[in-house]
Nanobody
Framework: QVQLVESGGALVQPGGSLRLSCAASGITLDYYSIAWFRQAPGKEREGVSC????????YSADSVKGRFTISKDYAKNTVYLQMNSLKPEDTAVYYC??????????????WGQGTQVTVSS
């Protein structure tokens, strides 16, 4: 049984930092790529960052380049999203998903339940 469990969401002030975690079970990170998506109220789900299962290559949306970093820990079977210089427009529910790196929601086989990130003063 495959499970992806996100954690680390919180309320943070603009300019602050958070680290999200995606703990995977039932899959291995050297086979599946893991992406972070986010969805704000009234908006479509959008891709944020992805890390390749095959070679560890990373990809990020233009809106988060230079601020967000994706990484993975094989021993813990966990993917992280380090988010710095947070802005109010980063407020959303963040989801991790397992599949192949791309920004198409339907290309992912497994999804977590999401974790809320709120950036506000």
């Amino acid at each position: 049984q495959v499970q992806l469990v996100e954690s680390g969401g919180a309320l943070v002030q603009p300019g602050g930092s958070l680290r999200l975690s995606c703990a995977a079970s039932g899959i291995t990170l050297d086979y599946y790529s893991i992406a972070w998506f986010r969805q704000a109220p009234g908006k479509e789900r959008e891709g944020v960052s992805c890390i390749s299962g095959s070679d560890g290559s990373t990809y990020s949306a233009d809106s988060v380049k230079g601020r967000f970093t994706i990484s993975k820990d094989y021993a813990k079977n966990t993917v992280y999203l380090q988010m710095n210089s947070l802005k109010p427009e980063d407020t959303a529910v963040y989801y991790c998903a397992a599949g192949l790196c791309n920004w198409q929601v339907w290309e992912y086989d497994y999804w977590g339940q999401g974790t809320q990130v709120t950036v506000s003063s």
